[in-house]
């Protein structure tokens, strides 16, 4: 049971990014997928949440509008698309799964797990 997390890298403000969370040994299907982010000295945030149906997703009120999340079942990934990134953007961005966390309540601390995290960094 993995999760492979990638897509990180160096971006300009304004530009885009797409993580992707691959998920092998399991079926995400069946999943409750979040993305956090966390930078040195401040606890993980979550950033999005999506529904093993797909039918509900939640995003933090700061990437709202510019962030969005998806389900691929067949390629077994989900994304996360990151558009007119910002500065305050930068953090290791984590994927994680949990089978009951319902996404309108989610935290960190309730699921069980994650992939290794890619550094995403927004220059000015």
């Known amino acids: 049971v993995q999760l492979q997390a990638s897509g990180g890298g160096l971006v300009q403000a304004g530009g885009s990014l797409r993580l992707s969370c691959a998920a092998s040994?399991?079926?995400?299907?069946?999943?409750?997928i979040g993305w956090f982010r966390q930078t040195p000295g401040k606890e993980r945030e979550g950033v999005s949440c999506i529904s093993p149906s797909s039918s509900s997703a939640y995003y933090a009120d700061s990437v709202k509008g510019r962030f969005s999340i998806s389900r691929d079942n067949a390629k077994n990934t989900v994304y996360l698309q990151m558009n007119s990134l910002k500065p305050e953007d930068t953090a290791v961005y984590y994927c994680?799964?949990?089978?009951?966390?319902?996404?309108?309540?989610?935290?960190?601390?309730?699921?069980?797990?994650w992939g290794q995290g890619t550094q995403v960094t927004v220059s000015s």
């Open positions: 040994g399991f079926r995400l299907d069946y999943y409750t």
């Open positions: 994680a799964v949990e089978s009951w966390v319902v996404c309108s309540d989610y935290r960190a601390g309730d699921f069980g797990t």
